[in-house]
């Protein structure tokens, strides 16, 4: 078996094992050093991820018919499956299904990657690029500590134990709800996509804010600053990240800019501080930095240097 062959194999052994078994933070170690051991390996996970998905979509629409077998057996067949498969399929940084069954365990996404991670307790959340996270099911409480970056939590309902994600000093609480927590260089971002979501300093829980669904805020070290009232579709907007998307609709050149950069290793720069306001509308893949640029170039005018393969420069106006 060659080099390629063994680890189209050992992805959907990985993708295999994660459906069948809870995951640990010891399973989380060992497929780390696997990924770090071959850059390569990461984008063959996701493919295979996704190839196991669309697998589960077939046998539910009747397309592929689930084999009468036991269980491993049936495993063993969707693995031959899915090493065949992961070749061939078309992966843009998403991992479409990877069932970590976490209770303590702490997650780290690279740039460009984006990961849906079940949860123990039936919640599900979904980590963007570069981002870091930890997490602990416990007996009394569920809680999240965002070190840096993005998540967004769709909440399992249990009362009987709160749903807390950290950041910082700022903390918010939910139960049965979904909403997002981001990391700012000013402070911490809460959206809310569903339900009802309470945010507060972790000094100061007497001055909580509950957002409703379309409802965000900019949780500060000495303050809650509420910035946006009820708009679930411009929330959903600057969630696009969860289906692969980044949808611009009217922000600056500069924004837009700051936005690929974040998923891109190839970085955009706005050359020409004169265009930076200048407002772009328009859906794009966030892995299509190139994309971007020339709709950009097309609309506007400008003059675009990519000499340089790490850097995307838009000069200005011709």
């Not at 794009?284 to 640029?293: A, E, L, T």
Request: proline letters at 3%; a negative charge.
């Amino acid at each position: 078996m060659n080099h390629r062959s063994q680890n189209d194999e050992m992805a959907a052994q990985w993708v295999a094992r994660m459906d069948a078994e809870t995951w640990s933070a010891r399973d989380e170690a060992e497929l780390q050093a696997w990924l770090s051991a071959d850059p390569s390996r990461s984008g063959l996970m996701l493919a295979t991820q996704a190839a196991w998905l669309s697998l589960d979509r077939a046998e539910a629409d009747g397309v592929v018919a689930a084999e009468a077998v036991p269980a491993q057996r049936g495993l063993w067949h969707r693995r031959k499956l899915l090493a065949g498969m992961a070749a061939s399929a078309a992966g843009i940084g998403i991992a479409g299904r990877g069932l970590w069954l976490a209770s303590n365990v702490a997650y780290a996404t690279k740039v460009g990657e984006i990961r849906r991670v079940p949860l123990a307790d039936g919640s599900v959340m979904m980590i963007n690029s570069a981002s870091a996270l930890k997490v602990q099911i416990g007996k009394h409480a569920r809680e999240v500590e965002l070190a840096e970056g993005e998540a967004w939590f769709e909440v399992a309902k249990d009362a009987s134990r709160p749903f807390i994600v950290g950041a910082g000093r700022a903390k918010a609480q939910a139960v049965g709800t979904a909403f997002s927590v981001r990391v700012l260089e000013n402070g911490t971002e809460v959206q809310v996509t569903e339900g009802i979501v309470e945010a507060w300093c972790d000094d100061d829980q007497a001055a909580k804010l509950r957002l409703a669904a379309g409802e965000r805020a900019l949780i500060t070290p000495s303050a809650v600053v509420r910035y946006a009232t009820a708009d679930l579709a411009n929330v959903d907007r600057t969630l696009a990240w969860r289906n692969g998307m980044i949808d611009l609709n009217g922000r600056t050149l500069a924004e837009a800019a700051d936005e690929f950069n974040r998923y891109n290793a190839r970085q955009i720069v706005i050359a020409d501080p004169n265009i930076a306001a200048e407002q772009f509308d328009g859906v794009f893949r966030i892995d299509d930095p190139d994309g971007f640029v020339n709709a950009v170039k097309s609309s506007l005018d400008v003059t675009i240097s990519s000499e340089d393969p790490s850097v995307i420069r838009i000069l200005g106006k011709t």
